[in-house]
């Protein structure tokens, strides 16, 4: 290797080991270890040490082909060292800082889809299934209107004509009579539930 691409994969390298120790930052900070599963945890931390291993091979490939010196080493060492003592306070913060800002976000968007969006639904839903009881109340009450209105005369014409049916023919109405009544009863009863419901 010449000079010049020495010097290169000098500073790459020690470059890598600052990030390095922030990326190892950041997986341990998202990467509880006492709320997980022990073998969980080693498989994590294998996979993530051979990424970190992968992406520094891949940089150095591109730098020297992938030629690996014993220096190489030592300015990942440097650059690690150096973040640990210079820069790990202040990116552990801005990580927090970054972490909560997030955080709030994500409540900000579910607060806002729940009252642009969820709480108009509801609000549609409800007004709806009231206009259709309402309706219904109505058009019930149309009915029972209805019925008393034509209901005297209706029992008048029965009346007259029970008069000249003969006896037999009277006991079969007589039973759908007492039918009748136990109907009305129960839509009675449906009746005044839903009223109180509506109320």
Same mark, same amino acid.
């Given at each position: ?44 931390? /294998? +996979? &993530?040490? @051979?990424? $970190?291993?992968? *992406?520094? #091979? !891949? /940089? +150095? &490939?591109? @730098?020297? $082909?992938?030629? *690996?010196? #014993? !220096? /190489?080493?030592?300015? @990942? ?123």
């Amino acid at each position: 290797m010449s000079l010049n691409i020495q010097f290169i994969t000098m500073a790459a390298m020690i470059g890598s080991g600052f990030y390095i120790g922030m990326a190892a930052d950041t997986f341990y900070r998202f990467h509880r270890r006492k709320k997980r599963n022990k073998l969980t945890v080693y498989v994590y931390e /294998i +996979l &993530f040490w @051979i990424l $970190q291993s992968l *992406i520094i #091979f !891949y /940089i +150095l &490939f591109l @730098i020297n $082909q992938g030629e *690996i010196r #014993f !220096y /190489i080493w030592i300015a @990942i060492l440097c650059g690690f060292a150096g973040y640990q003592a210079l820069f790990k306070s202040l990116y552990l913060t801005i990580l927090e800082q970054c972490i909560m800002f997030a955080a709030r976000l994500v409540h900000v968007c579910r607060r806002l889809v729940e009252l642009l969006i969820i709480a108009p639904v509801q609000w549609m839903l409800k007004l709806l299934i009231y206009i259709l009881s309402l309706i219904w109340g109505i058009l019930f009450w149309l009915l029972s209107m209805l019925w008393r209105i034509i209901q005297y005369p209706v029992m008048k014409v029965g009346k007259l004509i029970l008069a000249i049916v003969p006896k037999n023919v009277k006991k079969c109405l007589v039973q759908k009579g007492k039918k009748y009544s136990k109907i009305k009863g129960i839509i009675n009863q449906w009746w005044k539930k839903l009223m109180r419901n509506r109320r």
